[in-house]
């Protein structure tokens, strides 16, 4: 972009990945508005006080979505499956997008979806980002897919616990196959990066990875953080067969190569080494509980 300041329009930057992209522009001196639901609450106004504009509304009101995207010159969008929609409104959230960016004449639009979503997975969360991606192209929209792999900040609330003085990490993963992972603070810097022009994936498609590791390997690293013996139990797939999504997930996990991260892209994007599990684990400030 010529501007030395664009204005770049993100979509939950009141969320985990969202908030890192825009902690990333504004490190790139970027202008940021953002699209948040209740402007009082303390999270946007945490964004008002580092110089975010606020826009109200959400993704369900054309309006809103007009408001925010007129004017700027790119926009990081996202959708998720939380809430009673489900997977079906997290689609229909990205269309509705997407179509705001037409009717809007946005110039570039950088959709974050997930790693693999390209390639008939079969899970639920990974199909609903592929339907927005499929409709994005459908409009002819210039357009990047951001894909990250599985994120490393995952391991803050699942799969990790301190037993009896010892680090276990259970996963219905079997220990033989490695899984591909990334920070999200790393995401938060490559979407920056594609943002602010000038990048050879911009108008196509990136996957991103930060680490590849196998169970073994990832206790091994919480344990050597914790200064304790640490150990890796692969569980069967049915232990989460009730959940639908996640069992469909890590059942595509336990295909040799599910996730395809470009290590070396990543690195182009963000101009140095990405976080691997260790650097995450110091920098998240995890201890063992």
Known sequence: MNDPSPLIAVVGATGHQGSAVVTALLERGAKVRALVRDPSGSRAASLADRGVELVPGDLTDPDSLDAFLKGADAAYAMATMAGPGGTEQETANGVALADAARRTGLPHLLYSSVGGAERQSGVPHFESKRRVEEHIEALGLHATFLRPVFFTDNFQGFGVSTEDGEVVVRMPLPDNIPLQMVAVHDVGRAA???????????????????????GSQIAAAFGEAAGLPARYEALPLEVVESQGDLAAMFRWFGQTSAYRGDFEATRALLGDAPLDLPGWIRASGWTAG
Not at 192 to 214: F, H, K, P, Q, S
């Open 192 to 214: 920056a990066a594609i943002l602010a022009g000038g990048t050879d994936v911009e108008g196509g498609a990136v996957e991103i990875a930060g680490d590849e590791l196998t």
